[in-house]
């Protein structure tokens, strides 16, 4: 009781025998069994192992190098009144150590929200392409040979976004390198004898990705916007 | 009503006026001002300027007095104007384009003027008259006349059909009707208007009149 009152983030003990573990006690189950009625009376005083005996259920013991999704896994397989019980790890050293399951959570949430994060990232920014090369792809694709003003290919352009309300600048090699498949970025108007793009700027807006339909005339300088729409939402 | 040009020129006032009467028909897009395009270029009666979505086929007229090759005229231009639904975009309690066009296709006998009208400031208006000019040749003759009416000059900074596209749409417009009847002479004229501050109205009105005159063989 002592040590649980010394180190209250101690998440359990590890009872041993003669250097091998014969189980062990969560932060919990101590206190739960020492808050019934007589439980102090009943235990104070005793050897731990006296605890023990009221406990049938063998510790979970992983070695260091388990994946943190792994380890969950397994704990999750455990019995519904002891899933929540935390987890022995077993080091290289041959040192023993022990991890609440929540800590455990929250290492998981942090790697999703990482792999998300890159995962975002990834569809905004996406081919990894240098400006040369996604303009020549921009080219191949719509088959522009000539422009009054080749500049515009490398210029800045900036739109608002009608749901956040945000600037969004983006230039030509933005869009080729966040579309992979290009004929979803790049949009070929053939009309009334003339030619106009439609290309869709992605945007992260919040907790979605939108993209936003703006008009560009054949000379490629921006005319129009559209209302934008949403991509995809993550959380 | 003559205009400035006859004022500066009193012996034309004796000359015998010419009368002539031309069907017009404004068509395009919903929303683009084909029913109120009437209103505004009549100059000498105040219509009333509809502000409504047209779901049957409306009837007006504007009278324009002009001169041209000194030679006066007075040219009553009988507008029909039909919505600007399309059958394919779901109509909600009225009638599309085509179902006006079926139902009053007696009428479009003798279409003198078609005014292909779009907004200068909404490019998928503009973009839309590959639609309409082939509904237009459908319904047109050989000497029928077609005008490009761009509204909303008034938004210029809003502006989203350039120059250069209009250019290219009257070029267009032209190989169309060429396509259809390769006899036809002439230019497709493009005019720029603004209904709320009449700007380019009586441009428009004179165009109209001259279109007509020329498609009942009055000037050649």
Redesign the interface.
């Known amino acids: 009781m002592q040590l649980f009152k010394e180190n209250p983030k101690n998440p359990g003990v590890i009872i041993f025998q003669n250097s091998s573990i014969i189980g062990m006690i969560s932060r919990e189950a101590f206190f739960e069994t020492t808050g019934k009625r007589y439980g102090v009376e009943l235990f104070l005083g005793k050897p731990i192992k006296a605890m023990l005996k009221s406990f049938s259920v063998t510790p979970l013991i992983l070695p260091e190098s388990t994946r943190i999704s792994m380890a969950i896994h397994e704990a999750l397989k455990r019995d519904s009144h002891t899933v929540y019980d935390p987890i022995i790890v077993q080091k290289f050293t041959g040192e023993f150590r022990i991890i609440d399951i929540l800590s455990l959570f929250v290492a998981e949430n942090q790697i999703l929200l990482t792999l998300h994060n890159q995962y975002v990232d990834t569809r905004l920014s996406g081919l990894p392409l240098t400006n040369e090369e996604a303009i020549k792809r921009f080219l191949k694709f719509t088959g522009i040979r000539q422009l009054q003003e080749p500049r515009v290919l490398i210029n800045l352009f900036a739109v608002i976004c009608d749901h956040c309300g945000s600037s969004v600048n983006y230039t030509i090699a933005d869009i080729v390198r966040s579309h992979p498949q290009l004929s979803m970025g790049v949009e070929i ?1 053939e ?4 030619r ?1 793009y439609v290309l869709y700027v992605r945007h992260k807006c919040g907790q979605e990705i939108r993209e936003i339909p703006v ?1 560009h ?2 000379e490629l300088q921006l ?2 916007l559209r209302p934008s729409r949403l991509v995809e939402t993550y959380v | 009503m003559f205009d400035m040009e006859t004022e500066n020129k009193p012996q034309i006032q004796y000359m015998e006026v010419k009368k002539a009467t031309g069907y017009v028909l404004p068509i395009g897009n919903g929303a683009v001002g084909k029913s109120t395009l009437p209103a505004v270029l009549d100059d000498q009666f105040s219509q009333p300027v509809k502000i409504g979505k047209s779901v049957n086929m409306e009837f007006s007229y504007v009278v324009d007095r002009l001169i041209v090759r000194e030679q006066a005229f007075q040219v009553t231009q009988q507008y029909l104007v039909p919505p600007g639904q399309k059958e394919n975009e779901g109509i909600s309690g009225g009638r599309s384009f085509e179902q006006i066009i079926k139902m009053y296709q007696f009428m479009f006998k003798q279409i003198d003027v078609i005014l292909l009208s779009y907004k200068l400031v909404e ?1 998928d208006s ?5 639609f309409w000019i082939n509904r237009a040749l459908e319904i047109s003759s050989p000497s029928t006349q077609y005008i490009l009416v761009g509204t909303h000059l008034d938004m210029d900074a ?1 502006r ?1 059909v ?1 120059h ?2 209009i250019t ?2 009257s ?3 032209k ?1 169309c009707i060429i396509n259809k009847y390769p006899e036809w002479q002439g230019k497709v004229p493009s005019l720029e208007i603004s209904i709320t501050d009449k700007q380019n109205t009586a441009l428009l009105r004179n165009a109209v009149s001259v279109g007509i005159l020329r498609s009942r063989k009055i000037l050649i």
Request: hydrophobic fraction near 30%; charge should be negative; proline fraction near 0%.
């Open positions: 108007i009309k009334m004898g003339s106009s008009y005339d054949n005319r129009s | 490019l503009f973009n839309d008259l590959e809003s989203e350039s250069e596209m290219n749409g070029k267009f417009i190989d």
